[in-house]
């Protein structure tokens, strides 16, 4: 397979000056509104908890998962590191919510996708299918049993408690200055930006206004994503691996953004969950891959069913080959596209804007 260009041809938008206008939001209300969302966040996770728990469909746990990586996003945007000691505490219990759930989400997807092959009317590898469903099926009460009792220890209550105290009282602090602003990329506004990049300082912010902070954790994020993406076009499963992270790390900052209207974030948003999309199907068959070997490695399955066995195997073999295949020539499309490097451009003209101090 052809190597994708390198990244650094849309990464050197990173160092290109703002070439959009701006408009200016004032700092409290920006504060104010992810403060909403994150409450909204916090709130979803716990309502949802009790029908985790009830076991009565799959989507609970997904939904949980997904609304403390969104918490935890809005989190991170109010509370920049070095956070204070009860907020990364905070924050470790909702990572590690989401490990307490992680195996049971992987053993439902695979569930699915397994029906979903073998729905085929002329679904090859029927057997070695069936096995995986058959083998499947028999380990999830057991990994449901498990991952709900790591949830109830971590007291999701307490967290609740704790965490919209928090919040709530950030919220209700009135700033010294509500003059202060920060400014957003907005095609609309003024034709000419401000002549000063300097971000202005905004209240128990350590000097870094909300836009410059923004700035700089999307460059440090863009930047890690881009070094994963150049290296992507090796046929390596540690280097997906490692971009997938990378990518859902920038998207859930740039949903912050694209909840706070900024222009030009919903566009990128949408990039980053195709891409992360994609990416998320190849991994669920690497662990469905993973799951089907964990099976035939057993000696009394191998003693049994030492024919099956092989046809597991070269199912897995097919399967990783296969799906890493098309993952790969979508990367190669997609770092190519328009789309793409219209995102580039965006995060190059917030990179632009980062603090003088730290950039």
């Given amino acids: 397979m052809a190597t994708p260009p390198p990244i650094s ?9 703002p070439t959009s206008t701006f408009d200016e939001l004032n700092a409290p209300e ?17 309502a949802l908890e009790p029908k985790v728990l009830r076991d009565e469909s799959i ?18 945007f109010l509370y920049p590191a070095p956070a204070p000691g009860a907020i ?28 979903r092959a073998l729905a085929r009317k002329r679904s090859a590898h029927r057997e070695a299918w069936q096995a995986a469903q058959d083998y499947v099926t028999r380990l999830r009460p057991k990994t449901a049993q498990r991952g709900h009792r790591k949830l109830t220890r971590l007291n999701l209550s307490e967290l609740y408690v704790r965490l919209r105290k928090d919040l709530t009282d950030r919220s209700a602090v009135e700033p010294a200055d509500v003059a202060r602003v920060i400014t957003f990329p907005d095609e609309r506004a003024a034709a000419n930006p401000p002549s000063s990049l300097e971000p202005v300082p905004e209240p128990n912010s350590n ?5 410059g902070r923004f700035s ?31 990518a859902k790390r920038l998207r859930y900052l740039v949903e912050v953004a694209a909840e706070l209207e900024v ?9 980053l969950r195709n891409l992360q999309g994609r990416l998320g199907d190849w991994h669920d068959y690497q662990v469905l891959g993973s799951t089907m070997l964990a099976m035939v490695a057993r000696r ?3 003693e049994e069913h030492l024919p099956l066995a092989i046809k597991v195997e070269e199912l897995v073999l097919t399967l990783r080959s296969s799906k890493t295949r098309s993952c790969q020539r979508y990367l190669h499309q997609t770092f190519r596209s328009p789309e793409y490097r219209r995102m580039a451009g965006w995060v190059g003209q917030w990179a632009a804007r980062r603090p003088l101090a730290t950039a």
Avoid: Y
């Fill in 9 to 17: 041809g849309p990464g050197d938008a990173i160092r290109q000056q």
């Fill in 30 to 46: 920006v504060s104010r509104r992810v403060v909403k969302l994150a409450l909204k966040q916090l709130d979803r996770m716990v």
């Fill in 59 to 76: 989507e609970p746990a997904h939904n949980l998962r997904v609304a403390s990586r969104r918490l935890q996003g809005l989190v991170d």
């Fill in 88 to 115: 990364r505490k905070l924050r470790r219990r909702l990572k590690k919510a989401r490990a307490a759930l992680g195996e049971l989400r992987n053993q439902d997807v695979m569930a699915w996708r397994i029906e």
């Fill in 207 to 211: 000097g870094a206004s909300s836009a």
């Fill in 216 to 246: 700089e954790r999307l460059d440090e994020l863009w930047q890690d994503f881009a070094a994963k993406a150049a290296a992507s076009h090796e046929e390596n499963v540690s280097g997906l691996h490692a971009l997938r992270i990378a």
């Fill in 263 to 271: 222009t030009g974030s919903r566009e990128a948003l949408a990039c």
């Fill in 300 to 302: 009394e399955f191998l």
